[in-house]
Nanobody, 121 residues
Framework: QVQLVESGGGLVQPGVSLRLSCAAS????????MAWYRQTPGKQRELVAS???????NYADSVKGRFTIARDNANNTVFLQMNSLKPEDTAVYYC???????????????WGKGTLVTVSS
């Protein structure tokens, strides 16, 4: 089982930066893809950014050039650096990791509880 603890959300003004963190802990073999999603009321959860175990990244068009995803494999942590925040970035941000248990091939999926980011003047 993997537990995810997210941190870094808050209320900020447009144009400023925030950094989200998500630390994975528990009993698992290897963590593969790590990602950040976001969701606003009445809308589907959408992918913001993802990063593979080897460091390849993917971003939603709406955040390219403003957000950066990174990971610390030694500490099983994924980060989302969010710059030049806009009101439309307001959402609950969720961490997602894909992992395998030692000795097993099944790829598991775990979600964090979410952290609220509010961008407002």
């Amino acid at each position: 089982q993997v537990q995810l603890v997210e941190s870094g959300g808050g209320l900020v003004q447009p144009g400023v930066s925030l950094r989200l963190s998500c630390a994975a802990s528990g009993s698992f073999g290897s963590i593969y893809d790590m990602a950040w999603y976001r969701q606003t009321p009445g809308k589907q959860r959408e992918l913001v950014a993802s990063i593979t175990g080897s460091g390849s990244t993917n971003y939603a068009d709406s955040v390219k050039g403003r957000f950066t995803i990174a990971r610390d494999n030694a500490n099983n942590t994924v980060f989302l650096q969010m710059n030049s925040l806009k009101p439309e970035d307001t959402a609950v941000y969720y961490c997602n990791v894909k992992y395998r248990l030692s000795g097993y091939l099944t790829l598991h999926d775990r979600w964090g509880k979410g952290t609220l980011v509010t961008v407002s003047s």
